[in-house]
T-cell receptor
Framework: ETGVTQTPRHLVMGMTNKKSLKCEQH?????MYWYKQSAKKPLELMFV???????ENNSVPSRFSPECPNSSHLFLHLHTLQPEDSALYLC?????????????FGPGTRLTVL | KQEVTQIPAALSVPEGENLVLNCSFT??????LQWFRQDPGKGLTSLLL???SQREQTSGRLNASLDKSSGRSTLYIAASQPGDSATYLC????WGTGGFKTIFGAGTRLFVKA
């Protein structure tokens, strides 16, 4: 257990559905991240929130919409996804420091878009 | 643009062998370098974090080194065990990104045979 939980663990959705992924961290951290991990590709950073403010948006399509209501919770809202969006979506958290951040990851949500 | 490369992509060794995993990065201006382990379909587990001012870190049978000038890091695993079988990921956090934009390598898939 890393102190970062994600729900659901598995999700199958059609291209017209709307769903949300949830991440919660119990580590008292002040930064949270969404990553996408596709087969045979390195982890791709999607979004970063620091102190509940979005500080990084890595050219992610608008069909992915993040929300960070407080420092412990992070959501990824999904709508009109494409089959190529099928991937493992990982959430991470860290405590922001001048020397950089050690990130702790959740178990991921395996998303399949039909 | 920072790029992270891991060699080899896959490695199979007999139990008990000492082994070295390699990571190289193109820009030495980094906050830190982090090694992770990922089991199939799961999230990432942080193994070791090396700050830019440090040369190495050790945890149990694991030792990671950092040579910024050459853009290299190695992860040394002593007396490998079947339970070490997993994918090992290297990640760097570049300067000038606020400490948030971590770049990952594609990983080395390790299989330790009993």
């Amino acid at each position: 257990e890393t102190g970062v939980t994600q729900t659901p663990r598995h999700l199958v959705m059609g291209m017209t559905n709307k769903k949300s992924l949830k991440c919660e961290q119990h580590l008292g951290h002040n930064a949270m991240y969404w990553y996408k991990q596709s087969a045979k590709k390195p982890l791709e950073l999607m979004f970063v929130y620091s102190l509940e403010e979005r500080v990084e948006n890595n050219s992610v399509p608008s069909r992915f919409s993040p929300e960070c209501p407080n420092s412990s919770h992070l959501f990824l809202h999904l709508h009109t996804l494409q089959p190529e969006d099928s991937a493992l979506y990982l959430c991470a958290s860290s405590q922001r420091k001048v020397s950089g951040n050690e990130q702790f990851f959740g178990p991921g949500t395996r998303l399949t878009v039909l | 643009k920072q790029e992270v490369t891991q060699i080899p992509a896959a490695l199979s060794v007999p139990e008990g062998e000492n082994l070295v995993l390699n990571c190289s990065f193109t820009d030495s201006a980094i906050y830190n370098l982090q090694w992770f382990r990922q089991d199939p379909g799961k999230g990432l587990t942080s193994l070791l974090l090396i700050q830019s001012s440090q040369r190495e870190q050790t945890s149990g049978r694991l030792n990671a080194s950092l040579d910024k000038s050459s853009g290299r890091s190695t992860l040394y695993i002593a007396a490998s065990q079947p339970g070490d079988s997993a994918t090992y990921l290297c990640a760097v956090t570049p300067w000038g990104t606020g400490g948030f934009k971590t770049i990952f390598g594609a990983g080395t898939r390790l299989f330790v045979k009993a």
